[in-house]
T-cell receptor, first 113, second 116 residues
């Protein structure tokens, strides 16, 4: 069975500092990995995904994520945080050989002015 | 391009009542998903359609939940009868195709259900 872990309920970072939101996964085959963001009272928005190729994936709003196969991780990063980045972030995984996507429980990112 | 549309946005009902949610996916998207997101948790897939066929409904409580996508376009999710624990946000998403598994899902704004 596939699973996703987001070990931090909340991440606080000062505006202008780099941010990292952690995600680890477990699948039996090759992983397809996704990051989504959810702003209050809105649906989820796609940020980026890893399918194959370069381990560093660049996405929307200046976010990037690094796929690390040996550590089974897909951490979300941004070099300089903005107050507007404050939101709920979800990591998701799909086993390459199976079609259902499994979401993590989410990490609340709070960027402090 | 119009996004995924859902209605209603909010619904309050009493337990044992029935409720229905509607979703219209992005035009041309073959795959449609219904998720349940309970407060403090990640979205949980309830059912996944490819055109008008069901791909996965393993987590759908079939004794009370039902869903259909008759013409392979819009979809309805129904709860009958509702329980207190059904209080959640119901998200609809769509994607072009599930072939290969790499496609991006586009989410609607969700329907917030409160069961009293």
């Amino acid at each position: 069975a596939q699973s996703v872990a987001q070990p931090e309920d909340q991440v606080n970072v000062a505006e202008g500092n780099p941010l990292t939101v952690k995600c680890t996964y477990s699948v039996s085959g090759n992983p397809y990995l996704f990051w989504y963001v959810q702003y209050p009272n809105r649906g989820l928005q796609f940020l980026l995904k890893y399918i194959t190729g370069d381990n560093l994936v660049k996405g929307s709003y200046g976010f990037e994520a690094e796929f690390n196969k040996s550590q089974t991780s897909f951490h979300l990063k941004k070099p300089s945080a903005l107050v507007s980045d404050s939101a709920l972030y979800f990591c998701a995984v799909r086993d390459g050989g199976y079609q259902k996507v499994t979401f993590g429980i989410g990490t609340k990112l709070q960027v402090i002015p | 391009e119009a996004g995924v549309a859902q209605s209603p946005r909010y619904k309050i009902i009493e337990k044992r009542q029935s409720v229905a949610f509607w979703c219209n996916p992005i035009s041309g998207h073959a795959t449609l998903y219904w998720y349940q997101q309970i407060l403090g948790q990640g979205p949980k897939l309830l059912i996944q359609f490819q055109n008008n066929g069901v791909v996965d409904d393993s987590q759908l409580p079939k004794d009370r939940f039902s869903a259909e996508r008759l013409k392979g376009v819009d979809s309805t999710l129904k709860i009958q009868p509702a329980k207190l624990e059904d209080s959640a946000v119901y998200l609809c998403a769509s994607s072009l195709d599930i072939t290969g598994g790499s496609e991006t899902q586009y989410f609607g704004p969700g329907t917030r259900l409160l069961v009293l």
